[in-house]
C-alpha cells in the first residue's frame, strides 16, 4: 500500500476563489442597501474581504485533512475537519474512472477525478483536483489494478506517464458545422428561467419592487392601450414578430447550451473501451469498458425523426453527470450508428428481425382513456357555455385518439437468440435493445384493466437501466418470461464482466424464439 497523499496544493487557490465568488453578491447588496449609513461600502469590502479569509482558511484546512490512499486492493479517501470518515471502494466495485475539467480548474492545469462506483449521486467517490498527469496516471492505475494488471505507481507526480491506452480509432464526432445543427433542434427556453432568477436580486440593488402585482398590472395595462390604438393589422404582424422572436431565443439558446456541452465531442474506440471526450468550458473524459455496457437506447425527437437524426446511449452501472446513461453519438445517422453498435457487440434490427406490436385491446384501451377526459369535459360546456363551444373539447378528444393510434405504431417488441428488442414513443420515439445474457430479472406487470383485458407489461431487468416491452398478450408474455428465465439460469454472472460480450447465446434455448415468432 502506497503512502498517503494529497490532493494538489492549489487546490486551496481554488477554494478561495469560490469564497470570493459567493461574497460578491452579498457585497453588492449591502453596498447598494440602507445598511451601513454612509460607511456602507467599507462595510461591503469588509463582508467580501472576511469571506474570502475564512473561506480560504476553511479550504486549507480541508486540504490538509483529506489524503487518499492507493492500495493493492481498494482506493481509500479520509477528510474531515471535526469529525473524521473514511472510505473505502475496492476497485472491483469501481465501474468507471472519469476525469472532468471545469473552466478555472483547467486554467490551472487540473482535473477532478470521479470513481463511479454504479451507486450514482453522493455516494460515487471524487478527488478534487489532481494535476493532469496525475489524474490520468491514477485512472490507468485503478483500471489496471480492477483488471488484475500490472500496476503503475503515481507517487511522483512528475513521472511520466506511458501511452495512452485510450488513444484508437474514432468511431464518431461531431464537426462543428453538425455542431450548430444539432443545437438548432434542441430547442430551449432556459434563458428566461435565467432571467426570472436574476429578478431575485434587482429588489436588492434598486427600488423596483418585482413582486407588486399592482406594478406589473399597470405597466401591462399601458403598454395593452398602446397596441390596441395600432389597429388590427399592426396588431396581428406584433403577434407574428413576437411568435418568430420567440422561436429565436428557443433555437439561439440551444445552440449556445449545445455547444457548451458538446464542443469537440469524439467517441473513440481502444483495447480499453470507448472514450468519450467533449465540453467547450467543462471539459470531461470518461472510458466505458465495451463488455460493461448492458443496453442501447436509441432516441430521437418528433422533429428529427423526420429528417434522419437519432441518439444513441449506454446503458452501464456508471452514469452521466446529468445522471443518464452515456451519451455516445448525441446526432448521428443510423448508418454512423451501427459502426458504434457492432464495436459494443450488439446488433441493430434488420429486414430478419420481427416485430410484433401491442395488442389491439390495448391499443383500444389508450384510445377510449385518453378522450374520455375531454368528452367528459364536452358536456358540461354544451350545458353552460355559449353554443359551438362544446366542440373544442370534442375536437381535443379526436385528437388525443389520433395521437395514441400513432402512437401504437410505435410501440412494438421482439426477441431473438441472442437480444430483446423494444420499441415506444410518439413525440420521443426510442428504441432499446439488450442481451438476454445482461437480463437479470423478469416480471409481468398487470393493472387492473390489463387483467380483464389480457394483456401485459414485461419489465426485464438490466443493470444501470430499465427495459420494457409493454402491451404484450398474456400468453405471449409469459411465454417470453419463461424464455428470459432459462437464459437467466444458464448464466454464470460471476463471470459475466471478464470478458467482451458474446454475440450469441451458448446456453440452450427454450424454443420460446420459434413459438413467439409464430403467433
Request: charged share 15%; net charge neutral.
Amino acid at each position: 500500500m502506497s503512502a498517503p497523499q494529497r490532493t494538489a496544493p492549489i487546490s486551496v487557490i481554488l477554494g478561495a476563489i469560490g469564497s470570493l465568488r459567493s461574497a460578491i453578491f452579498p457585497a453588492i447588496a449591502i453596498a447598494f442597501s440602507g445598511i451601513g449609513g454612509d460607511g456602507r461600502f467599507l462595510l461591503a469590502l469588509g463582508v467580501g474581504l472576511a469571506s474570502v479569509v475564512i473561506g480560504t482558511a476553511f479550504s486549507y484546512a480541508h486540504w490538509r485533512r483529506l489524503t487518499y490512499t492507493i492500495g493493492e486492493t481498494d482506493i481509500r479517501v479520509e477528510s474531515g475537519l471535526f469529525s473524521r470518515s473514511a472510505r473505502s471502494v475496492p476497485y472491483e466495485r469501481i465501474q468507471d474512472v472519469s476525469l472532468e475539467a471545469k473552466p478555472l480548474p483547467r486554467l490551472f492545469g487540473l482535473v477532478a477525478v470521479k470513481f463511479e462506483t454504479g451507486a450514482g449521486g453522493a455516494d460515487d467517490l471524487a478527488l478534487q483536483y489532481l494535476t493532469d498527469a496525475q489524474g490520468e496516471a491514477l485512472r490507468q492505475l485503478v483500471r489496471e489494478r480492477r483488471d488484475d494488471e500490472a500496476a503503475v505507481s503515481i507517487a511522483d507526480p512528475e513521472a511520466p506517464v506511458r501511452s495512452d491506452p485510450e488513444a484508437g480509432e474514432v468511431l464518431y464526432a461531431l464537426t462543428p458545422g453538425r455542431l450548430i445543427t444539432f443545437g438548432l433542434f434542441e430547442f430551449s427556453l432556459a434563458v428566461f428561467a435565467v432571467l426570472g432568477g436574476a429578478l431575485q436580486y434587482v429588489e436588492s440593488v434598486s427600488d423596483i419592487d418585482v413582486w407588486n402585482v399592482d406594478l406589473w398590472r399597470s405597466w401591462l395595462s399601458e403598454q395593452g392601450s398602446t397596441v390596441a390604438s395600432l389597429g388590427p393589422f399592426v396588431q396581428a404582424a406584433a403577434a407574428i414578430a413576437g411568435l418568430l422572436g420567440l422561436v429565436v431565443i428557443g433555437m439561439a439558446t440551444g445552440v449556445v447550451r449545445t455547444v457548451l456541452r458538446d464542443w469537440g465531442f469524439t467517441l473513440t474506440r481502444s483495447a480499453r473501451g470507448f472514450r468519450r471526450q467533449r465540453g467547450l468550458l467543462t471539459r470531461t473524459d470518461v472510458v466505458m469498458p465495451a463488455h460493461r455496457v448492458q443496453g442501447l437506447v436509441i432516441s430521437t425527437g418528433l422533429v428529427r425523426y423526420r429528417f434522419g437524426w437519432h441518439g444513441l446511449s449506454f446503458v452501464s452501472l456508471a452514469q452521466d453527470a446529468e445522471g443518464e446513461s452515456h451519451i455516445v453519438a448525441p446526432f448521428a445517422t443510423m448508418e454512423e450508428i451501427a459502426p458504434i453498435v457492432s464495436a459494443a457487440g450488439f446488433r441493430l434490427p434488420d429486414d430478419s428481425t420481427q416485430w410484433h406490436r401491442a395488442s389491439t385491446r390495448q391499443r383500444t384501451d389508450t384510445v377510449v382513456i385518453g378522450s374520455a377526459l375531454f368528452v367528459l369535459a364536452a358536456i358540461p360546456v354544451a350545458i353552460f357555455a355559449p353554443f359551438g363551444l362544446f366542440l373544442v373539447p370534442l375536437g381535443a378528444a379526436v385528437l388525443a385518439a389520433g395521437a395514441n393510434l400513432y402512437a401504437w405504431e410505435f410501440r412494438r417488441h421482439a426477441i431473438d437468440a441472442s437480444q430483446v428488442y423494444a420499441s415506444h414513443g410518439f413525440f420521443s420515439p426510442t428504441r432499446q435493445i439488450a442481451t438476454r445474457l445482461k437480463l437479470h430479472s423478469v416480471e409481468i406487470a398487470q393493472g387492473p384493466l390489463a387483467r380483464l383485458r389480457g394483456y401485459a407489461t414485461v419489465h426485464l431487468g438490466l443493470a444501470g437501466g430499465t427495459f420494457a416491452m409493454q402491451g404484450v398478450p398474456l400468453a405471449e408474455a409469459r411465454a417470453l418470461r419463461a424464455s428470459v428465465l432459462e437464459t437467466i439460469a444458464a448464466t454464470d454472472f460471476s463471470r459475466l464482466d471478464q470478458a467482451p460480450q458474446p454475440q450469441a447465446l451458448s446456453a440452450p434455448q427454450s424454443g420460446f424464439s420459434e413459438n413467439f415468432l409464430a403467433t
